[in-house]
């Protein structure tokens, strides 16, 4: 498909037809973002930005400019991805296209929400940075129920996204309960209108929500429910695999080992098209099985460190570092490696403590 659509789009910047030219850069944009392929996506879309530009079409222009924040936003450059939604909004306000000045706010939101979660709590910018994602949120919620002529599907759809994204904010501002209504509302919308993309992403946020507020068994079950969504959708493998390997996560925490091999060899038989999302079950599936104590946990705890890392969650990566160092404390060459891998997060060693500078 890629070739394809490469040809197609050489044949029409060749022919000198603009739209097809720009069309063929979106379609490759989002190809290249659904591998994992964020810099190549980055690419198309810029190129596609400028393709829209010389076309004179400044709806079109914002809309790229959305896209190319949200790659941005992917790749963790936050303040980048916010300088290209914040063009989109205004393009969109001074166009008066309320469904793209709606999409605008919902991305800023998402940007801050993504920035906030790759800070530490402890960090000046965590707290406004939720504030800030809390207040697009509810802008554009407000916009996209005065919506119209957009069809109710859409509106649903809409709405369902931005009440999951607000309860996943109050999460992280410590309000459980309106969390958990919030995800429940955006649940029993998507579960009316029939939107089984939507309903799966619900309930592997609600699964995820329940895992780190310690209720695994919720937490299995909403995962389940995902997964059983997941087999109606286009993406199946791609979703399938990002919740199985939530699953594995629950199920490691809870030291079912066995349920947790069994959820990444099913992830991993999928074959999933995202590059960092097979990686990561590739290694995870390199953890020879496990005993629950003692040395034979330092796998289980290397392998969900470097998984953290790898996402910018660096509380948790430190959490499982911290595991791992104190089952290798009495094996100095072993305690030099694990050193070098948890530099990165500035710990510092001394005798058998540790400190952690802020």
Request: one cysteine or more; proline letters at 2%.
């Amino acid at each position: 498909m890629t070739r394809k659509f490469i040809k197609k789009k050489q044949k029409a910047r060749d022919d000198g037809n603009l739209e097809q030219w720009a069309h063929y850069c979106r379609e490759l944009g989002e190809l290249y973002r659904n591998s994992g392929k964020y810099q190549d996506a980055l690419f198309q879309y810029k190129e596609e930005e400028r393709v829209n530009g010389s076309l004179g079409n400044p709806v079109a222009v914002a809309i790229s400019n959305r896209m190319i924040g949200e790659i941005y936003c992917d790749l963790g450059e936050y303040e980048e991805a916010l300088k290209y939604q914040k063009k989109h909004l205004d393009i969109a306000k001074m166009e008066n296209v309320d469904i793209e000045v709606q999409r605008a706010l919902a991305n800023i939101g998402r940007t801050y929400f993504c920035k906030a979660e790759s800070l530490t709590s402890r960090q000046p910018e965590y707290n406004s940075s939720l504030a800030c994602a809390k207040n697009a949120y509810l802008k554009s919620l407000k916009v996209c129920e005065n919506l119209k002529g957009i069809g109710l599907l859409v509106q649903m759809e809409m709405k369902t996204r931005l009440l999951m994204n607000l309860g996943l904010v109050l999460e992280c501002q410590d309000d459980m309960s309106k969390a958990v209504d919030y995800i429940e509302q955006a649940i029993q919308i998507a579960k009316k209108h029939e939107l089984w993309e939507d309903l799966c992403r619900c309930y592997s946020a609600i699964g995820m929500l329940y895992q780190r507020s310690g209720n695994h068994t919720r937490a299995l079950r909403s995962l389940n429910l995902a997964l059983e969504v997941a087999e109606r959708l286009d993406s199946r493998v791609k979703t399938s695999c990002e919740i199985l390997l939530s699953k594995a996560e629950v199920l490691f925490l809870i030291a079912d080992f066995g349920g947790a091999r069994q959820a990444l060899l099913k992830a991993y038989k999928l074959k999933t098209p995202n590059v960092r999302d097979r990686a990561t079950i590739e290694k995870n599936l390199r953890i020879e099985k496990a005993g629950e104590e003692g040395q034979k946990l330092c796998p289980i705890y290397v392998s969900l460190s470097q998984t953290y890392k790898d996402d910018g969650q660096y509380d948790l990566a430190l959490e499982y570092a911290k595991k791992e160092l104190k089952l290798w404390l009495d094996v100095p060459q072993e305690l030099s490696i694990l050193e070098n891998f948890v530099a990165p997060f500035s710990l510092i060693f001394s005798s058998n403590q540790y400190l952690i500078p802020i």
